[in-house]
Protein backbone atom coordinates (compact mmCIF):
# COMPACT_ATOMS: atom_id res chain seq x y z
CA UNK A 1 0.00 0.00 0.00
CA UNK A 2 1.67 3.50 -0.75
CA UNK A 3 2.11 5.78 2.00
CA UNK A 4 2.13 9.24 2.87
CA UNK A 5 4.50 11.46 4.69
CA UNK A 6 3.33 14.73 6.70
CA UNK A 7 5.31 16.69 8.94
CA UNK A 8 4.30 16.36 12.53
CA UNK A 9 2.62 19.81 13.31
CA UNK A 10 2.30 22.96 12.47
CA UNK A 11 1.27 26.52 13.22
CA UNK A 12 -0.95 29.31 11.99
CA UNK A 13 -1.78 32.64 12.08
CA UNK A 14 -5.85 33.30 12.32
CA UNK A 15 -7.07 34.64 8.99
CA UNK A 16 -3.95 33.77 7.38
CA UNK A 17 -3.85 31.00 4.38
CA UNK A 18 -2.19 27.35 5.80
CA UNK A 19 -0.72 25.28 3.16
CA UNK A 20 -0.56 21.95 4.38
CA UNK A 21 1.91 19.49 2.72
CA UNK A 22 2.11 15.41 2.05
CA UNK A 23 4.61 13.68 0.08
CA UNK A 24 2.89 10.23 -1.49
CA UNK A 25 6.57 9.37 -3.59
CA UNK A 26 4.92 5.47 -4.41
CA UNK A 27 1.40 6.86 -5.17
CA UNK A 28 0.52 4.72 -8.54
CA UNK A 29 -1.91 6.19 -11.20
CA UNK A 30 -4.95 5.06 -10.10
CA UNK A 31 -4.82 6.06 -6.34
CA UNK A 32 -7.00 9.23 -5.03
CA UNK A 33 -5.73 11.34 -2.68
CA UNK A 34 -8.07 11.70 0.21
CA UNK A 35 -7.53 14.68 3.00
CA UNK A 36 -9.64 14.33 6.60
CA UNK A 37 -9.02 15.92 9.48
CA UNK A 38 -10.03 15.36 13.24
CA UNK A 39 -11.01 17.90 16.16
CA UNK A 40 -10.34 17.28 19.18
CA UNK A 41 -12.64 14.20 20.44
CA UNK A 42 -14.30 13.63 17.11
CA UNK A 43 -14.65 11.27 14.67
CA UNK A 44 -12.40 12.36 11.49
CA UNK A 45 -14.59 14.23 8.69
CA UNK A 46 -13.71 14.89 5.20
CA UNK A 47 -12.14 17.70 3.89
CA UNK A 48 -11.38 17.31 0.04
CA UNK A 49 -10.38 14.41 -2.70
CA UNK A 50 -8.34 14.47 -6.20
CA UNK A 51 -7.00 12.30 -8.61
CA UNK A 52 -4.45 14.55 -10.64
CA UNK A 53 -6.11 17.68 -11.25
CA UNK A 54 -6.68 20.65 -8.51
CA UNK A 55 -9.89 20.84 -6.93
CA UNK A 56 -11.54 23.24 -4.77
CA UNK A 57 -14.33 23.29 -3.05
CA UNK A 58 -15.92 25.33 0.11
CA UNK A 59 -13.47 24.43 2.76
CA UNK A 60 -9.97 24.07 1.31
CA UNK A 61 -7.98 23.86 -1.78
CA UNK A 62 -6.16 20.97 -3.03
CA UNK A 63 -3.10 21.46 -5.12
CA UNK A 64 -1.58 18.17 -6.70
CA UNK A 65 1.97 18.31 -8.42
CA UNK A 66 2.06 17.34 -11.76
CA UNK A 67 4.19 14.19 -11.32
CA UNK A 68 1.44 13.42 -8.23
CA UNK A 69 4.36 12.39 -5.75
CA UNK A 70 2.83 15.31 -3.44
CA UNK A 71 0.20 17.42 -2.54
CA UNK A 72 -0.60 20.60 -0.60
CA UNK A 73 -4.10 20.96 0.89
CA UNK A 74 -4.36 24.84 1.07
CA UNK A 75 -7.05 26.76 3.71
CA UNK A 76 -7.28 29.98 2.47
CA UNK A 77 -8.44 31.58 5.67
CA UNK A 78 -7.60 29.78 8.76
CA UNK A 79 -10.05 30.02 11.85
CA UNK A 80 -9.68 28.67 15.06
CA UNK A 81 -12.08 25.88 14.17
CA UNK A 82 -9.66 24.77 11.91
CA UNK A 83 -7.24 23.68 14.80
CA UNK A 84 -7.53 19.85 14.31
CA UNK A 85 -4.95 17.00 12.86
CA UNK A 86 -5.33 16.76 9.21
CA UNK A 87 -4.37 13.49 7.28
CA UNK A 88 -3.74 12.84 3.79
CA UNK A 89 -4.56 9.48 2.32
CA UNK A 90 -4.28 7.15 -0.70
CA UNK A 91 -7.20 5.69 -1.88
CA UNK A 92 -7.21 3.05 -4.37
CA UNK A 93 -9.75 2.70 -6.73
CA UNK A 94 -10.56 -0.49 -6.93
CA UNK A 95 -9.88 -1.35 -3.59
CA UNK A 96 -11.86 -0.32 0.06
CA UNK A 97 -8.66 0.65 2.19
CA UNK A 98 -7.82 3.96 3.22
CA UNK A 99 -4.20 4.07 5.15
CA UNK A 100 -4.25 6.62 7.86
CA UNK A 101 -0.36 8.25 8.42
CA UNK A 102 0.07 10.15 11.79
CA UNK A 103 -1.13 13.41 10.16
CA UNK A 104 -0.45 16.94 10.58
CA UNK A 105 -1.85 18.71 13.48
CA UNK A 106 -2.29 22.17 12.57
CA UNK A 107 -2.47 25.12 15.72
CA UNK A 108 -4.39 27.91 15.04
CA UNK A 109 -3.15 31.38 16.55
CA UNK A 110 -5.26 34.38 17.51
CA UNK B 1 -30.83 11.74 8.61
CA UNK B 2 -29.12 10.50 11.93
CA UNK B 3 -25.82 9.34 9.84
CA UNK B 4 -23.21 6.90 10.84
CA UNK B 5 -24.28 6.66 14.87
CA UNK B 6 -22.25 3.96 17.48
CA UNK B 7 -23.01 2.70 20.79
CA UNK B 8 -21.96 2.52 23.61
CA UNK B 9 -19.99 5.81 23.50
CA UNK B 10 -17.59 4.34 26.70
CA UNK B 11 -16.87 0.79 27.67
CA UNK B 12 -15.07 -0.59 30.22
CA UNK B 13 -14.22 -4.73 30.25
CA UNK B 14 -11.80 -7.13 32.00
CA UNK B 15 -9.59 -9.05 30.03
CA UNK B 16 -11.07 -11.72 28.08
CA UNK B 17 -14.78 -10.43 28.11
CA UNK B 18 -16.59 -10.55 25.10
CA UNK B 19 -19.19 -7.44 23.59
CA UNK B 20 -20.24 -5.77 20.47
CA UNK B 21 -19.34 -2.50 19.58
CA UNK B 22 -23.18 -1.48 17.41
CA UNK B 23 -22.78 1.01 14.34
CA UNK B 24 -25.18 2.13 11.60
CA UNK B 25 -26.02 3.98 9.28
CA UNK B 26 -29.19 5.17 7.54
CA UNK B 27 -28.02 6.80 4.27
CA UNK B 28 -28.34 3.38 2.21
CA UNK B 29 -24.38 3.19 1.79
CA UNK B 30 -23.00 0.01 0.58
CA UNK B 31 -19.11 0.58 2.19
CA UNK B 32 -18.74 0.49 5.92
CA UNK B 33 -15.80 -0.11 8.11
CA UNK B 34 -14.18 -0.32 11.32
CA UNK B 35 -11.04 1.75 12.73
CA UNK B 36 -9.30 1.98 15.72
CA UNK B 37 -7.20 4.67 16.98
CA UNK B 38 -4.72 4.55 19.51
CA UNK B 39 -3.39 7.44 21.32
CA UNK B 40 -1.51 9.68 19.31
CA UNK B 41 -2.07 7.90 16.27
CA UNK B 42 -3.80 7.75 13.28
CA UNK B 43 -6.42 5.23 12.24
CA UNK B 44 -5.65 1.80 11.78
CA UNK B 45 -8.44 -0.26 9.38
CA UNK B 46 -9.67 -3.27 11.10
CA UNK B 47 -12.54 -4.69 9.04
CA UNK B 48 -14.70 -3.76 5.98
CA UNK B 49 -17.77 -4.51 4.19
CA UNK B 50 -18.36 -3.54 0.14
CA UNK B 51 -22.36 -5.19 0.70
CA UNK B 52 -24.56 -7.06 2.91
CA UNK B 53 -23.18 -10.67 2.93
CA UNK B 54 -19.97 -9.29 2.51
CA UNK B 55 -16.42 -8.65 4.56
CA UNK B 56 -12.81 -8.37 4.30
CA UNK B 57 -9.58 -7.96 6.78
CA UNK B 58 -7.84 -4.57 7.03
CA UNK B 59 -4.34 -4.07 8.30
CA UNK B 60 -5.19 -5.30 12.44
CA UNK B 61 -7.76 -7.71 11.88
CA UNK B 62 -6.61 -10.04 14.76
CA UNK B 63 -8.75 -10.67 17.82
CA UNK B 64 -12.05 -8.92 15.93
CA UNK B 65 -14.85 -10.26 13.95
CA UNK B 66 -17.36 -9.20 11.79
CA UNK B 67 -20.36 -9.61 9.68
CA UNK B 68 -23.12 -7.90 7.64
CA UNK B 69 -26.43 -9.01 7.36
CA UNK B 70 -28.03 -5.61 6.65
CA UNK B 71 -26.89 -2.42 4.55
CA UNK B 72 -27.73 -0.92 7.85
CA UNK B 73 -25.76 -2.54 10.16
CA UNK B 74 -21.87 -3.75 10.60
CA UNK B 75 -21.68 -4.51 14.21
CA UNK B 76 -17.85 -5.49 15.76
CA UNK B 77 -17.12 -8.58 17.74
CA UNK B 78 -14.03 -8.74 20.75
CA UNK B 79 -14.30 -12.12 21.21
CA UNK B 80 -11.39 -12.56 24.42
CA UNK B 81 -10.64 -8.40 25.07
CA UNK B 82 -7.00 -7.71 25.76
CA UNK B 83 -5.59 -4.37 27.26
CA UNK B 84 -3.87 -4.12 23.89
CA UNK B 85 -7.62 -3.35 22.97
CA UNK B 86 -8.30 -0.33 24.51
CA UNK B 87 -8.39 2.55 21.57
CA UNK B 88 -11.00 4.59 20.13
CA UNK B 89 -12.95 2.85 17.83
CA UNK B 90 -14.81 4.82 15.03
CA UNK B 91 -16.74 3.24 12.21
CA UNK B 92 -17.77 5.08 8.59
CA UNK B 93 -19.46 4.46 5.78
CA UNK B 94 -19.32 5.98 2.20
CA UNK B 95 -21.13 5.26 -1.34
CA UNK B 96 -19.70 3.29 -3.36
CA UNK B 97 -17.40 5.60 -6.40
CA UNK B 98 -14.52 4.15 -7.24
CA UNK B 99 -12.10 5.83 -5.16
CA UNK B 100 -13.26 9.52 -5.40
CA UNK B 101 -16.43 8.66 -2.29
CA UNK B 102 -16.62 10.12 0.75
CA UNK B 103 -16.48 8.51 4.34
CA UNK B 104 -18.75 9.51 6.82
CA UNK B 105 -17.68 8.52 10.37
CA UNK B 106 -19.46 7.98 13.68
CA UNK B 107 -18.48 9.72 17.34
CA UNK B 108 -16.40 6.94 18.43
CA UNK B 109 -16.28 4.24 20.69
CA UNK B 110 -13.62 4.67 23.75
CA UNK B 111 -12.77 1.19 24.96
CA UNK B 112 -10.77 0.59 28.02
CA UNK B 113 -9.71 -3.04 29.10
CA UNK B 114 -8.65 -3.61 32.19
Known amino acids: DAKTTQPNSMESNEEEPVHLPCNHSTISGTDYIHWYRQLPSQGPEYVIHGLTSNVNNRMASLAIAEDRKSSTLILHRATLRDAAVYYC???????????FGTGTRLKVLA | NAGVTQTPKFQVLKTGQSMTLQCAQD?????MSWYRQDPGMGLRLIHYSVGAGITDQGEVPNGYNVSRSTTEDFPLRLLSAAPSQTSVYFC?????????????FGPGTRLLVL
Open chain 1, 89 to 99: ILRASGTYKYI
Open chain 2, 27 to 31: MNHEY
Open chain 2, 92 to 104: ASSQRQGGGETQY
